[in-house]
Every structure is written in structure tokens, then in C-alpha cells.
């Protein structure tokens, strides 16, 4: 079952004294069962940290979340993650670095083949699983991370601007397939991203993040019907989410 | 295509093994324009001497050195294996020794407060300085000049070890925590291969400090060696005979660092400092 994620009045202040950065909140938000909630914000607002706290890999200075109503206390290990840098290693091929995943999982890739190998078809990496990462652009890089943040079959995923690096024709097909994963599968998806039509067009949910100290000022939910394809990327509502959003970051001084 | 059907062998060793094989290759033929400037340089200082008048015993011609020192070759390759022997002894057990202190500073929060201040403190202290007293208590044999190559090795492999184990890439330690992977796989799948090209440069430095090592302990106090035979043949002016104890320790100095670069090219051939030589 995907998990729902309460956060409450969380607040992250890296350092101390002078020094001190308020990087994030204080905050509070609640992210259903399957949904898709996106966070939202220009680079600096905290999204990362958010994410990471989430995930049990940083620890709030204040405030804290639940994951199915349980306090985060640690690392979660039953949930997918692509963190904003990549986590490939050079040592190891393509099909390695998936496998890397399942073998710090204590489980044995080679019972996973056929899994992995439709992960890697999935995201067009089939011909490129016995290259290293050096060997791959940007965005195919990116591709392999994905695979990697899959391939123990997570039903509750954190991406941290997953799509970055892609160039803009690999980027709309890639949304389309993560769509089309969310609507089969309907994991719950926290998305980081600074693209406001990405997070139009793939969210139940958009959180709007100030500039720093980042904090969750709007929460608009986008109730545009699935799948939204081409059509509904054109259509007036479609539009006019997109431009209420700006709008509201232009108040922010940041547009 | 060529990716379609490398796909089909999907095995990482043969790519592996072929792709470290070409590496060797590589470093075979950039090593041919090393030996034509070596050769160069030899023609140049051997006309250079009767260009110039430079008598023999200031600097001999290497034709001169050569056929002199052929003379005196079971001695000199004798004193070669004493040499070579104890620099390649001091520095294995080097690398037995600070590999695993370096380790343990790495990952002990007591010893990296402890142990490794009082290290850094003794990296600012020639290590050599040491040498005439670990011959005074030791004597003249072996032992004493593998205790101080162990001493001139030691300290560049603990701290680039240390450097190498503390320095994941944040993101990485992330993903394994993220995995809830023990402590033993994820240094095994993880920490170790990523510290492996820091680990080298530590390798790498310590190579060429072994027989600085061996030969200036020889020079303190010994009775066998090319530090010891360089000593005497200087003293008797013989200049031609020590320039063919220099040339040895070259060569030996040359041969420990290209073994340990030969191994860095099988155990880290994916490392860009190896790529890129290519
Ligand atoms: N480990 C850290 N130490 C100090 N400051 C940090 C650290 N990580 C992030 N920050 C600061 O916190 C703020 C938010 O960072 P981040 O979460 O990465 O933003 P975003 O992902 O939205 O671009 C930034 O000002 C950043 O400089
Ligand atoms: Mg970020």
C-alpha cells in the first residue's frame, strides 16, 4: 500500500549562531494515500531539504513527519528516492548500478533479471546496460537513476527534479510514462521540480514554496482530468492553472 | 548497432579484462616516447663532455659509465636486489600496516580525535631524521632500512586513506542509508571500491618515497646496497661507477611505481585519472 505523509510544523535550520541558514518552514502539509503532490519553488527554497527530511535522511530542526502516522525517526528504506545528484557509480555498468540497489538490499539481482531488463526497456536504456555512466549523456544518466530508484518496486517515491537534466522532447515523453506508472500503480509521489507545467500537468496536488526561508504558502489542488495529455496541456483550464501560478510567484518577486 | 549487440554479452569481466588490456597497451606505446627522449638526452651529454673539456672524474661520458660499470656488474646487481628488496618489503608492509590504521581513523570518531592529530603533528617531521637512530639500535642489517622505508611509505598512504574513507559523495551516502544496507555490504558494494583511486594517489606517492627510503638509510650506515656502493665509489672518484648506482636506483624506483601503476589500471579502470591516460 502507497503511504500517506503527514508534515507538521517542520522547520530546518542548518547550523547555528550567525552562521545559521534557515533553509525550510515552519510548515505543515498532508499528502494523501496515492496522491501526486509536487513541490514547487525557485532553487534555494528548501525543496530538497524537504525531501530529504522526509525520507529520514536529515533531521528536522523542528516539527516533524509521519509516514502512515508513524513519526520518521530514521531512514526510510521501503520507499523509492532519485535524489537531485545522481547516485550512479562509475564503477559499475548501467545494468550494475540497478542491480546496486537490490544487492545493498541483501537480495540477489540475478533473480530480478527480467525486471530489471524491462525497467531499463521502459525508459529506451535496453541497448546501454553494459555501459558505464561516463558513457551516457546527461539525460540517459538520469534515465539509469530512475531505474535504479525503481527497481525494488517502491510504492512511495521522493524525486528530487527528476527530470532536470533531460532535453525537452525526452522530458515530455518521460512525464507521459511516469503518468501513465502513477495512474496504473498510484503510488504516492512527492516531485520536486522548479517547472510549473510539469507540476501542472503530473500533479493531484501543487505546493507553492516562498523564497527563502522556504516555507508552503499555497497548496492549489488540480483537478484537470487523467491522462493530461497534449489536448489537455492546450485546454483553458489547463492554461489557467499555469497562469495563476505564475502569477502568485510574481508576487513573490521571483517571476 | 554495436550497443544492441553488446547488450547480448552482458558479462562485465570480459569487457573488463579487454578494456584493461587496452589500457596496458596504451601505456606500452606512450612509454616508446619516453625511451626516444631518454636516448636523446644520453647523445646530447655524451657529446656535450668533449665539446666542453669536462674531465672524467668531474662527469665521465655514459659510454664511458657503461663500459665501466659492466666491469663491475655482478656487484652492482647484487647490490641491486639488496636495495630493491628493501624498499619493496618496507613498502608492502607499509601498505599492510596503514591501510587498515587509516581505516580505523576513518571509522572510529575516538581514533580520528586521538590517533590522527598526533599523526598529522608527525607528518611535519622528516621521517628520515629517525634513520641514524634506528640504526644505532638496530646495526647494519636489513632490518633497519626496511623500518625506515616503512616510516617514509607509511604516512602518505594513512592520510590519503583517511581522506580516501572519509569522503563519500554525500549523495551516495545517502542512496546506501537510504537502502538500509549494513555496514559491512555497504562498504564492500560502496565505501571501499569509491575510496580505491584516493587510496592509489597515497600508493602511488609512497612508491617513489621507498627507495629514497632504502637508499639514504644505506647511506647512514651499511655495509651492502646501491646507497652504500654510491657512497664508496664517490669516495674512491669513481664518479662513473656512482652514476651506474644512480642509474640502477632509477630503474628501480621506475619499476616499483610502474607496477603500482599497472595495478591501479586492473583495480580502477574506470577512474577518469585512468581514462583520460588513454
Ligand atoms: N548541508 C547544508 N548546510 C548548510 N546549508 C544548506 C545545506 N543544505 C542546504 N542548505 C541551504 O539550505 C537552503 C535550501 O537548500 P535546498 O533544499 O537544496 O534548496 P532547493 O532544493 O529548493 O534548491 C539553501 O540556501 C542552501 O544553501
Ligand atoms: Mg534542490
Known amino acids: 500500500m502507497s503511504a500517506s505523509i503527514d508534515i507538521d510544523g517542520l522547520t530546518k535550520v542548518f547550523g547555528s549562531g550567525p552562521e545559521a541558514v534557515h533553509a525550510f518552514g515552519p510548515s505543515s502539509l498532508h499528502i494523501g494515500k496515492g496522491e501526486f503532490v509536487s513541490l514547487l519553488g525557485p532553487s534555494g527554497c528548501g525543496k530538497s531539504t524537504l525531501m530529504l527530511i522526509i525520507a529520514g535522511l536529515l533531521e528536522p530542526t523542528s516539527g516533524e513527519v509521519r509516514v502512515d502516522e508513524k513519526t520518521v525517526t530514521g531512514p526510510l528504506t521501503d520507499i523509492g528516492i532519485m535524489f537531485q545528484d545522481n547516485t550512479l557509480v562509475p564503477w559499475r555498468t548501467v545494468w550494475g548500478n540497478v542491480a546496486l540497489q537490490l544487492e545493498l538490499r541483501g537480495e540477489n539481482p540475478s533473480r530480478h533479471r527480467q525486471r530489471i531488463e524491462s525497467l531499463l526497456a521502459s525508459v529506451k536504456l535496453d541497448g546501454f546496460a553494459d555501459r558505464h555512466p561516463y558513457e551516457l549523456s546527461g539525460g540517459m544518466q538520469q534515465r539509469a537513476?530512475?531505474?535504479?530508484?525503481?527497481?525494488?518496486?517502491?510504492?512511495?517515491?521522493?524525486?528530487?527534479?527528476?527530470l532536470g537534466k533531460l532535453d525537452a522532447m525526452t522530458r515530455e515523453s518521460i512525464r507521459t510514462d511516469l503518468q501513465t506508472l502513477w495512474l496504473?500503480?498510484?503510488?504516492?509521489?512527492?516531485?520536486?521540480?522548479?517547472?510549473?507545467?510539469?507540476?501542472?500537468?503530473?500533479?493531484?496536488?501543487?505546493?507553492?514554496?516562498?523564497p527563502r526561508p522556504g516555507r508552503i504558502d499555497r497548496v492549489i489542488d488540480i483537478d484537470l482530468p487523467y491522462p493530461r495529455d497534449l489536448d489537455v496541456k492546450s485546454g483553458a483550464d489547463f492554461v489557467g492553472h499555469v497562469r495563476e501560478i505564475q502569477a502568485i510567484f510574481h508576487g513573490y518577486g521571483v517571476l | 548497432m554495436a550497443t544492441a549487440s553488446s547488450s547480448l554479452d552482458r558479462d562485465p569481466e570480459t569487457s573488463r579484462s579487454r578494456r584493461s588490456l587496452r589500457f596496458l597497451l596504451g601505456g606500452l606505446s606512450r612509454s616508446w616516447m619516453f625511451l626516444a627522449f631518454f636516448v636523446g638526452f644520453f647523445i646530447v651529454w655524451e657529446i656535450s663532455i668533449d665539446l666542453f673539456g669536462i674531465p672524467k672524474y668531474i662527469l665521465p661520458k655514459p659510454s664511458e659509465i657503461a663500459v665501466k660499470s659492466w666491469a663491475d656488474a655482478d656487484r652492482l646487481l647484487y647490490y641491486t636486489w639488496?636495495?630493491?628488496?628493501?624498499?619493496?618489503?618496507?613498502?608492502?608492509?607499509?601498505?599492510?600496516?596503514?591501510?587498515?590504521?587509516?581505516?580505523?581513523?576513518?571509522?572510529?570518531?575516538?581514533?580520528?580525535?586521538?590517533?590522527?592529530?598526533?599523526?598529522?603533528?608527525?607528518?611535519?617531521?622528516?621521517?628520515?631524521?629517525?634513520?641514524?637512530?634506528?640504526?644505532?639500535?638496530?646495526?647494519?642489517?636489513l632490518l633497519p632500512k626496511i623500518i625506515i622505508v616503512i616510516l617514509v611509505c607509511f604516512f602518505p598512504i594513512v592520510l590519503n586513506a583517511i581522506l580516501a574513507f572519509t569522503s563519500l559523495a554525500e549523495e551516495l551516502e545517502r542512496f546506501v542509508r537510504s537502502t538500509g544496507a549494513g555496514p559491512t555490504r555497504a562498504f564492500f558494494k560502496v565505501r571501499?571500491?569509491?575510496?580505491?583511486?584516493?587510496?592509489?594517489?597515497?600508493?602511488?606517492?609512497?612508491?617513489?618515497?621507498?627507495?629514497?627510503g632504502a637508499t639514504i638509510a644505506e647511506f647512514i650506515g651499511s655495509d651492502e646496497g646501491l646507497g652504500f656502493y654510491i657512497q664508496i665509489v664517490t669516495g674512491n672518484m669513481r664518479p662513473d661507477l656512482a652514476f651506474a648506482g644512480i642509474f640502477l636506483l632509477t630503474l628501480l624506483g621506475l619499476a616499483l611505481f610502474g607496477i603500482v601503476s599497472v595495478v591501479e589500471r586492473l583495480a580502477i579502470p574506470w577512474h577518469i585519472s585512468v581514462r583520460r591516460k588513454t
Open chain 2, 192 to 212: 571501499l571500491p569509491a575510496a580505491l583511486p584516493q587510496c592509489f594517489v597515497g600508493f602511488k606517492y609512497a612508491a617513489i618515497n621507498a627507495t629514497v
Open chain 2, 82 to 141: 639488496i636495495t630493491g628488496l628493501e624498499a619493496v618489503l618496507g613498502y608492502i608492509i607499509a601498505i599492510l600496516l596503514a591501510v587498515p590504521l587509516g581505516l580505523a581513523i576513518a571509522f572510529s570518531r575516538v581514533m580520528r580525535q586521538t590517533v590522527y592529530p598526533f599523526f598529522v603533528s608527525l607528518e611535519m617531521t622528516p621521517k628520515i631524521a629517525f634513520a641514524p637512530l634506528f640504526i644505532s639500535w638496530l646495526g647494519f642489517g
Open chain 1, 184 to 210: 496504473s500503480k498510484r503510488p504516492t509521489v512527492v516531485f520536486v521540480t522548479h517547472s510549473i507545467e510539469e507540476a501542472v500537468q503530473l500533479s493531484s496536488k501543487v505546493c507553492l514554496i516562498t
Open chain 1, 145 to 162: 537513476a530512475f531505474c535504479q530508484a525503481m527497481v525494488h518496486d517502491p510504492d512511495t517515491l521522493l524525486f528530487d527534479e527528476p
